[in-house]
């Protein structure tokens, strides 16, 4: 996947690089909780694998058919 090794930890500048990302989509995972991710001190900090892992369990969701939405 990216160019980083799998159990360094990254920082936000970092993973916004290797999620190609704009930082302001990574908060807004942040505020929702559904991007894997701790806190070191007062700074976010992400491990590549956990992410990579979090990737590949977004991408085998089933997407919503138009038929089951509701307007």
Same mark, same amino acid.
């Given at each position: 996947m990216?160019? /980083?090794?799998?159990?360094?930890?990254?920082?936000?500048?970092? /993973?916004?690089?290797?999620?190609k990302i704009p930082q302001q989509a990574l908060y807004r995972h942040l505020r929702r909780r559904d991007i894997p991710a701790f806190k070191r001190g007062n700074q976010w900090r992400f491990v590549g694998s956990d992410l990579e892992q979090w990737i590949r369990d977004a991408s085998t969701k089933s997407p919503v058919s138009a038929s089951a939405k509701v307007a």
């Open positions: 990216g160019k /980083t090794p799998k159990s360094e930890l990254m920082t936000v500048t970092e /993973t916004c690089r290797f999620l």
